[in-house]
């Protein structure tokens, strides 16, 4: 499991719908666990995939792909869980 930590370095608000659209058709994949923002300063995603798969499908973000995000990448492996987060273990 990979945490991506997204930085806004411009303004997200124009690509802010292209952006909702990329994580919804994630989340149907199942390639995305969750998301949400950190507020003014930019997001955190936690996404399912090797690193280098998350680092290709993060670099598809329409905020990367616009230039106004960064993003940083934390692989972990979740070795605990909330009842009914079972699924997540390994």
């Not at 370095?9 to 952006?19: I, K, L, W």
Request: glycine share 8%.
């Amino acid at each position: 499991m990979i945490i991506v930590l997204l930085s806004y370095t411009g303004d997200v608000t124009p690509h802010r719908p292209a952006h909702v659209a990329w994580l919804r058709e994630a989340l149907a994949a199942g390639r995305l666990v969750t998301a949400g923002r950190q507020p003014e300063t930019g997001g955190v995603l936690i996404a399912n995939g090797e690193r280098a798969e998350v680092e290709a499908w993060a670099a598809q973000d329409p905020f990367l792909l616009n230039g106004v995000a960064t993003a940083r990448f934390v692989e972990f492996t979740p070795s605990m869980a909330a009842p009914g987060l079972e699924a997540l273990l390994p």
